[in-house]
Nanobody, 124 residues
Framework: QVQLVESGGGLVQAGGSLRLSCAPS????????MGWYRQFPGKQRELVAEISGGFTSYADSVKGRFTISRDNAKNTVYLQMNSLTTEDTAVYFC???????????????????WGQGTQVTVSS
């Protein structure tokens, strides 16, 4: 069972920056897509940013402020968050699509894998 280990959350003042990191608990994995989601209290989890095959996409609310990047050798994904506002306060979750080979012919399944979440709190 692969786990995603997140770090970098915490408390920051409005206008400040934080950098989130996420890495799998095992190496030698094929991960096709990685991303960050966030969840506000009482709301559904929403996509913040994702990276796949070198292409990135962002939620409109974070464009120009957040940057997602990936170290392919380490299968580690980062989220650089700048110009934070109180409206960015949420629990941030790392997501990865892990490709798992299921037989000797090379058939595979893609499994959605989530981190445990890290709290980001932006104070005014």
């Amino acid at each position: 069972q692969v786990q995603l280990v997140e770090s970098g959350g915490g408390l920051v003042q409005a206008g400040g920056s934080l950098r989130l990191s996420c890495a799998p608990s095992r190496s030698s994995l094929t991960i096709t897509r990685m991303g960050w989601y966030r969840q506000f209290p009482g709301k559904q989890r929403e996509l913040v940013a994702e990276i796949s095959g070198g292409f990135t996409s962002y939620a409109d609310s974070v464009k120009g402020r957040f940057t997602i990047s990936r170290d392919n050798a380490k299968n580690t994904v980062y989220l650089q968050m700048n110009s934070l506002t109180t409206e960015d306060t949420a629990v941030y979750f790392c997501h990865a699509t892990v490709r798992v080979v299921v037989n000797v012919e090379g058939a595979y399944v893609d499994k959605d894998t989530w981190g445990q979440g890290t709290q980001v709190t932006v104070s005014s």
